[in-house]
């Protein structure tokens, strides 16, 4: 036997139950992982709610870990027993050991710690593509950033200050502000009621071509209004909640705008994908470009706890679960 983290029926953090499950074995093309670390994500939020939709039940929630090989499946041959790995995007995290598609993991390289594995890999290759390929940030451009003392946020600042664009980090706290701004943000913004004025004045009149939104329902109006003409909307979260539906003339009124629901699947479906986006990633760390800020760790069995944590706001930069 061996322990997981698992939901019955979706609910509250007390949904989560830490229990025996049978000890993995790994299938056709899988191979077994040993966690060392677990990354929290906001995604394993919305599977506990049932805002996303289970697989089955019941279900080992979390997307993203990092740990050692320590079995292989039939016809896997890019991974060995004893290979350090990190992976995003499989569920079944909240686990001690796992098995999933070897296809699914990269090789950890050898400077990058376990923790820092398991914090970076969902996020870091999120704000990946959102500044390489969703909107390929250019030098010079001004961009805003939500949940800019968050786990995404935080490297997005990171990146994109890299680049030579000019963040305005939006946070609730001025203590965040400080943490966005330590981080890369030129400018901050607490709370939504002045955003769009405070974009505005920042911009000089011009406002952006990208705003990375996170937040969903509370800030996509106010979001869309800090576009310039053509400007795109890159929807990529919903912290407080879904989006309701809206009439796409709105786009049209104000200024044409593009708007997209991005998702990390999509963008590392194909392994080429995946093994470059990682890299990309991997490279911004290895310079020092990119410094993943692991926060707040908790034991994997109070996973209720951290989710918690998460929802109320209170945490910072990313967090990890220790089995
Ligand atoms: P964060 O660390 O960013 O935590 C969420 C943050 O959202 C909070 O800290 C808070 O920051 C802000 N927030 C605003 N309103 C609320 C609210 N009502 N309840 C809770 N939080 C709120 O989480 P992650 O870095 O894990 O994820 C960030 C976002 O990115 C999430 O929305 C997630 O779904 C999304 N995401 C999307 C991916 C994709 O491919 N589409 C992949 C990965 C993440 P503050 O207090 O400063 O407002």
Sequence with gaps: MTKAIRIHAPGGPEAMKWEDVPAPEPGPGEVVVKHEAIGLNYIDVYFRTGLYKAPSMPLTIGMEGAGTVTALGAGVSEFAVGDRVAYAGAIGAYATER??????????????????????????????????????????????????????????????????????????????????????AAHTVVGYDKLVAEVKRITGGAMVPVVYDSIGKDTFHASLDCLAPLGLMASYGSASGPVPPFDIGVLAAKGSLFLTRPSLATYVAKRADLVATANDLFEMVRLGAVKIAVNQTFALKDAAAAHIALESRQTTGSTVLLP
């Design 99 to 184: 098995a999933l598609p070897a296809e699914k993991l990269v090789k950890l390289p050898a400077e990058i710690d376990f923790k820092t594995g398991a914090a970076m890999m969902l996020q870091g290759m999120t704000a990946q593509y959102l500044v390489r390929r969703t909107h390929a940030v250019k030098p010079g451009e001004t961009i805003v950033v939500h949940a800019a003392a968050g786990g995404v946020g935080l490297i997005l600042c990171q990146w994109a200050k890299h680049i030579g664009a000019t963040v305005i980090g939006v946070v609730s706290s001025e203590a965040k502000a400080e943490l966005a701004r330590a981080n890369g």
